[in-house]
């Protein structure tokens, strides 16, 4: 990791703005102590950072603080506010994060130029607007990785994107925070955030999803072991497309073996009846990207959106 974040004097001009001078050591409080506020709290005391205190109310979440922030003490969430000086870290739930933003600053628990960071992917900094209105610096700071709430995050953490929108006067300290952390800022603007969210959503709590399916799958298939079978498999197919794009595609669908597409959904339908809507959708984006990328000529395809949307109908 780098250096922890060190004062950056103000330009001559703006001199009395000391919002713009940030300490050496920042004072940090992190509110939602879960898998992502606990991780991140605990890499930013392994920068130098003092994480002076923390809010989280289940059994879960103060297991997690023990794990990993040990010398942090548990306060409520106006309490973590007040005594976070310099950063406030809030992971929460998306859909609670304005209530509680809005609950901090009807508290009196903000202060002007401290700066307020959300994890949120979705949200940008317009849920942020109370503490602003306070006086406080907003601050949507998203790391794109998945969390367990272990000390193995922390591992993970090195290299990994953030999503970050931030005003202007901040994206500097932004910047060196995100490298506090080990990872490499995106900038990501407002009107982008809930896109950006919905891409990393769609390729890996879906992957997740479709990975289990598959696994189920094959269990019904007989295969006592179904993630032995697919390890090799999925990470060759996820490096392929990764460096490779549409061109890593292969199987039926890609060639346009509609009679094999059509014994794979006889099959579900009459095992696991639940994945043939999922498979349909998915078969089908297959096949538009494989046409529009060249792997399949529409010709080709006929016959397989043929059996596509008569499964549908009969479906």
Same mark, same amino acid.
């Given at each position: 990791?780098?250096?922890?974040?060190?004062?950056?004097?103000?330009?001559?001009?703006?001199?009395?703005?000391?919002?713009?001078?940030?300490?050496?050591?920042?004072?940090?409080?992190?509110?939602?102590?879960?898998?992502?506020?606990?991780?991140?709290?605990?890499?930013?005391?392994?920068?130098?950072?003092?994480?002076?205190?923390?809010?989280?109310?289940?059994?879960?979440?103060?297991? $997690?603080?023990?794990?990993?922030?040990?010398?942090?003490?548990?306060?409520?969430?106006?309490?973590?506010?007040?005594?976070?000086?310099?950063?406030?870290?809030?992971?929460?739930?998306?859909?609670?994060?304005?209530?509680?933003?809005?609950?901090?600053?009807?508290?009196?628990?903000? $202060?002007?130029?401290?700066?307020?960071?959300?994890?949120?992917?979705?949200?940008?900094?317009? +849920?942020?607007?109370?503490?602003?209105?306070?006086?406080?610096?907003?601050?949507?700071?998203?790391?794109?990785?998945?969390?367990?709430?272990?000390?193995?995050? !922390?591992?993970?953490?090195?290299?990994?994107?953030?999503?970050?929108?931030?005003?202007?006067?901040?994206?500097?300290?932004?910047?060196?925070?995100?490298?506090?952390?080990?990872? +490499?800022?995106?900038?990501?603007?407002?009107?982008?955030?809930?896109?950006?969210?919905?891409?990393?959503?769609?390729?890996?709590?879906? !992957?997740?999803? !479709?990975?289990?399916?598959?696994?189920?799958?094959?269990?019904?298939?007989?295969?006592?072991?179904?993630?032995?079978?697919?390890?090799?498999?999925?990470?060759?197919?996820?490096?392929?497309?990764?460096?490779?794009?549409?061109?890593?595609?292969?199987?039926?669908?890609?060639?346009?073996?509609?009679?094999?597409?059509?014994?794979?959904?006889?099959?579900?339908?009459?095992?696991?009846?639940?994945?043939?809507?999922?498979?349909?959708?998915?078969?089908?984006?297959?096949?538009?990207?494989?046409?529009?990328?060249?792997?399949?000529?529409?010709?080709?395809?006929?016959?397989?959106?043929?059996?596509?949307?008569?499964?549908?109908?009969?479906?």
């Amino acid at each position: 990791m780098s250096a922890p974040l060190r004062s950056r004097p103000a330009a001559p001009h703006r001199a009395a703005d000391a919002s713009l001078v940030f300490p050496r050591t920042l004072t940090v409080g992190v509110i939602g102590a879960g898998r992502v506020g606990a991780v991140l709290g605990a890499a930013l005391a392994a920068a130098g950072h003092r994480v002076v205190a923390a809010a989280g109310a289940s059994g879960a979440t103060r297991a $997690r603080m023990a794990l990993l922030l040990p010398e942090t003490p548990t306060r409520s969430a106006t309490a973590v506010a007040r005594a976070a000086t310099d950063l406030l870290i809030v992971a929460v739930p998306d859909d609670a994060l304005a209530g509680v933003v809005a609950g901090l600053a009807g508290a009196g628990a903000l $202060r002007p130029g401290q700066v307020i960071a959300h994890t949120s992917g979705a949200h940008g900094l317009a +849920v942020l607007a109370p503490a602003a209105a306070v006086g406080a610096r907003p601050l949507a700071l998203h790391p794109a990785m998945t969390f367990t709430g272990t000390p193995d995050d !922390l591992t993970r953490l090195a290299g990994i994107s953030y999503g970050v929108t931030a005003p202007a006067e901040l994206r500097a300290f932004a910047a060196r925070l995100v490298a506090d952390l080990g990872g +490499v800022p995106e900038w990501v603007a407002e009107g982008d955030r809930p896109l950006y969210h919905a891409a990393l959503a769609h390729g890996a709590n879906h !992957l997740v999803t !479709l990975v289990n399916e598959a696994a189920d799958r094959l269990r019904d298939a007989g295969v006592d072991r179904p993630e032995k079978v697919l390890a090799p498999l999925l990470r060759a197919a996820l490096e392929n497309a990764l460096r490779l794009g549409d061109d890593a595609l292969t199987g039926p669908v890609s060639r346009g073996d509609a009679g094999t597409v059509r014994r794979h959904l006889e099959r579900l339908a009459a095992t696991a009846p639940e994945s043939v809507p999922p498979y349909l959708a998915l078969a089908r984006r297959t096949a538009d990207r494989a046409i529009a990328a060249g792997r399949l000529r529409p010709v080709d395809a006929a016959p397989l959106l043929d059996v596509l949307n008569r499964i549908e109908v009969s479906a």
